[in-house]
Nanobody, 120 residues
Framework: QVTLMESGGGSVQAGGSLRLSCAVSRNGYRLAWFRQAPGQEREGVATIRDSSTVYADSVKGRFTISQDNQNTLYLQMNSLKPEDTAMYYC???????????????????WGQGTQVTVSS
C-alpha cells in the first residue's frame, strides 16, 4: 500500500506558473497527476514510471512531470490557462494497462487533492 499527499496548489493569473508536489510513501509505482473541474470527469494529465513520461495533449509542452530520489512527485505547470482550473490529484498503482494510463480506473491509490485556480 502507498499513501500520497499533494501540496503546492493556489491561485495564479493566466500565463503564470505553479509547481505541485506529491509526497509518496513508497517507490516502485507508476505515478500520475489527474485533475477534475467542477461538473466534469476526472482526467489524467501526466504519468511517469522509471523516468519515462507521457502527457495528455491538453498540457503537452506546458506541464512537466518529474520525480526525485526521495519519492516526491512534481508537476511543473507553465503558461497556465483558465481552463487549467481544477482540483489536482496524484495517483499511484503497481501496474497500469496502457489503455488506462489517463483513466481514474487505472489507479488504486489517491491523494486528497490540491486546488489550482487560474484567473484571466
Amino acid at each position: 500500500q502507498v499513501t500520497l499527499m499533494e501540496s503546492g496548489g493556489g491561485s495564479v493569473q493566466a500565463g503564470g506558473s505553479l509547481r505541485l508536489s506529491c509526497a509518496v510513501s513508497r517507490n516502485g509505482y507508476r505515478l500520475a497527476w489527474f485533475r477534475q473541474a467542477p461538473g466534469q470527469e476526472r482526467e489524467g494529465v501526466a504519468t511517469i514510471r522509471d523516468s519515462s513520461t507521457v502527457y495528455a495533449d491538453s498540457v503537452k509542452g506546458r506541464f512537466t512531470i518529474s520525480q526525485d530520489n526521495q519519492n516526491t512527485l512534481y508537476l511543473q505547470m507553465n503558461s497556465l490557462k483558465p481552463e487549467d482550473t481544477a482540483m489536482y490529484y496524484c495517483a499511484a498503482d503497481r501496474s497500469v494497462p496502457t489503455s488506462l494510463l489517463f483513466r481514474p480506473a487505472g489507479y488504486t491509490y489517491w491523494g486528497q487533492g490540491t486546488q489550482v485556480t487560474v484567473s484571466s
